[in-house]
C-alpha cells in the first residue's frame, strides 16, 4: 500500500470515530448516512479483524482506527474530555526502535574498527617493503653501534663497522675492529671476552630488531668479530655460542693486573646487585702465580645508605657474592697460562680490616 493511500485511510479513519462518535459528545450534532458493510482489510496478505468492522460511506472506505493503528504498533487512547485520539508506540514497537539505534551505534563502531585494522595492514605493508633491504639494516646497525669503541670497550679511537651478508633465511654479520689508532689495545685478543660477547649479545638483538616485520624476519643469525689488521684473530658466533681463534694459542694476559681490572670492572655495581645498597664500593686485587690465585675483595662502606661495615651483611649474601667472584676469575683465566690455577680468596671491610671472610676452596672463615 503506497505512502498516499495509508494517509487517506488515516484520515478517513479518523472521520469515521469523528462521525460515529458524535452522539456521544455533548452539544454535538448527529448525522444520518447511509453506511455499506462487507469491506475486509489486508494487511502484508493477512486478514484484519475487529469488533468494529469497516464501512463504505459516500464511495469511501471508513476503518476503525483502532484496528489500523494497533496492527502498525500503535497504542490508541480516546480523549473524551478534549475529542482528541491520542496515538503513541507501543511499548514492543519503542523496543525494536532501541534496538534498532543500538544495531546501527554497532554497526558505525565495527565500521570504525575495520578502517583501523585495514589502517594498521596498510602501515606494516609499508614498513615491511620498506625496510626489506639488507643495505639500510646495516646502515641503521652501524648509526647505532657508532661509539660501541667506547661504549663496550672504553675507547673512543677503536674503530667498529659492520657489514650484513645472507638472504630470508640466514643472515651473517661481520665485525671489523681496528686497532690501529688505539691507545690501549693492540688487536681483538686485547678485549675482553666478557666486553666482546656483550657487545656481540646487543648487536644481535638489534638486528632482530631491525628485521621484523620484513622479509628476512624469520632468518637465522650467525656472525663473526674480526681485527681488520690480522684476520687470524677472530670470534665466531653458531648462533648459539662464540669461539675465538686465539683460545688455543700462546696469548695470554700481561699479567694478573689485567684480569684485576676486568673482574673489578664487572663488579662495579656489586653492592647494588648483591647487598642492595649502591653506595658501598668494590675493590679487587688479585695475586699469585699459575698454580694457585688469591683474590683480595674490599668493600667500602663510607659511603653506604644501609650497613656501617662488613658485619652487618648477610652471610649468605657475603658467599653468594665471593663465589661469583670465583667463577669470574676462573672464566678470566681461561685459555690463558692461569688456567689450570686453584683459587682462594678473601672479603675484607675497606676501614676496619679486622672484620674479614676467608675462602680455602672449600669453606669460608669469618673473624667476627
Keep these: 500500500m503506497s505512502k498516499t493511500k495509508k494517509i487517506?485511510?488515516?484520515?478517513?479513519?479518523?472521520?469515521?470515530?469523528?462521525?460515529?462518535?458524535?452522539?456521544?459528545?455533548?452539544?454535538?450534532?448527529?448525522?444520518?448516512?447511509?453506511?455499506?458493510?462487507?469491506?475486509?482489510?489486508?494487511?502484508?496478505?493477512?486478514?484484519?479483524?475487529?469488533?468494529?468492522?469497516?464501512?463504505?460511506?459516500?464511495?469511501?472506505?471508513?476503518?476503525?482506527?483502532?484496528?489500523?493503528?494497533?496492527?502498525?504498533?500503535?497504542?490508541?487512547?480516546?480523549?473524551?474530555?478534549?475529542?482528541?485520539?491520542?496515538?503513541?508506540?507501543?511499548?514492543?514497537?519503542?523496543?525494536?526502535?532501541?534496538?534498532?539505534?543500538?544495531?546501527?551505534?554497532?554497526?558505525?563502531?565495527?565500521?570504525?574498527?575495520?578502517?583501523?585494522?585495514?589502517?594498521?595492514?596498510?602501515?606494516?605493508?609499508?614498513?615491511?617493503?620498506?625496510?626489506?633491504?639488507?643495505?639500510?639494516?646495516?646502515?641503521?646497525?652501524?648509526?647505532?653501534?657508532?661509539?660501541?669503541?667506547?661504549?663496550?670497550?672504553?675507547?673512543?679511537?677503536?674503530?667498529?663497522?659492520?657489514?650484513?651478508?645472507?638472504?630470508?633465511?640466514?643472515?651473517?654479520?661481520?665485525?671489523?675492529?681496528?686497532?690501529?689508532?688505539?691507545?690501549?689495545?693492540?688487536?681483538?685478543?686485547?678485549?675482553?671476552?666478557?666486553?666482546i660477547e656483550d657487545f656481540l649479545e646487543d648487536l644481535e638483538s638489534k638486528l632482530l630488531k631491525e628485521i621484523d616485520r620484513t622479509d628476512y624476519e624469520d632468518a637465522d643469525i650467525t656472525g663473526e668479530m674480526r681485527d681488520r689488521n690480522n684476520s687470524s684473530y677472530y670470534v665466531k658466533y653458531n648462533g648459539r655460542t662464540y669461539s675465538y681463534s686465539w683460545s688455543s694459542s700462546s696469548y695470554y694476559y700481561d699479567d694478573l693486573d689485567d684480569i684485576a681490572s676486568e673482574v673489578e670492572d664487572y663488579f662495579e655495581d656489586a653492592g647494588d646487585t648483591y647487598f642492595d645498597d649502591e653506595g658501598i664500593r668494590v675493590y679487587i686485587t688479585l695475586s699469585g702465580d699459575e698454580d694457585e690465585i688469591e683474590y683480595l675483595v674490599r668493600l667500602d662502606f663510607r659511603y653506604a645508605d644501609y650497613y656501617d661495615d662488613l658485619t652487618e651483611l648477610s652471610k649468605s649474601r657475603i658467599e653468594s657474592f665471593m663465589n661469583a667472584v670465583k667463577n669470574r676469575i676462573s672464566r678470566e683465566i681461561d685459555g690463558t697460562d692461569f688456567e689450570d690455577a686453584d683459587i682462594i680468596g678473601e672479603l675484607r671491610d675497606y676501614s676496619k680490616s679486622s672484620y674479614y671472610v676467608e675462602y680455602n676452596g672449600s669453606r669460608y672463615y669469618y673473624s667476627f
Excluded at 25 to 40: F, I, M
Excluded at 64 to 83: H, Q, S
Excluded at 97 to 114: C, P
Aim: aromatic share 8%.
Design 8 to 195: 487517506a485511510i488515516l484520515i478517513l479513519t479518523v472521520m469515521t470515530l469523528l462521525v460515529f462518535g458524535a452522539t456521544a459528545v455533548v452539544g454535538a450534532n448527529a448525522l444520518t448516512v447511509k453506511a455499506y458493510p462487507g469491506v475486509t482489510i489486508f494487511y502484508n496478505g493477512r486478514q484484519l479483524t475487529d469488533d468494529q468492522q469497516p464501512l463504505i460511506i459516500n464511495d469511501y472506505t471508513y476503518v476503525p482506527l483502532r484496528m489500523v493503528m494497533e496492527n502498525f504498533g500503535k497504542d490508541i487512547t480516546w480523549d473524551g474530555a478534549n475529542r482528541r485520539v491520542l496515538i503513541s508506540d507501543s511499548l514492543e514497537e519503542a523496543q525494536r526502535q532501541a534496538d534498532l539505534i543500538n544495531l546501527q551505534n554497532e554497526n558505525k563502531r565495527l565500521q570504525a574498527t575495520i578502517e583501523q585494522l585495514n589502517a594498521t595492514i596498510a602501515d606494516l605493508q609499508k614498513r615491511k617493503t620498506s625496510t626489506a633491504d639488507l643495505d639500510d639494516i646495516e646502515d641503521a646497525l652501524n648509526d647505532y653501534f657508532e661509539d660501541a669503541g667506547y661504549d663496550y670497550f672504553s675507547d673512543r679511537y677503536l674503530g667498529i663497522t659492520i657489514t650484513l651478508s645472507g638472504d630470508e633465511d640466514d643472515i651473517k654479520y661481520l665485525v671489523r675492529v681496528d686497532c690501529s689508532d688505539s691507545s690501549k689495545y693492540k688487536n681483538i685478543r686485547d678485549l675482553s671476552k666478557t666486553k
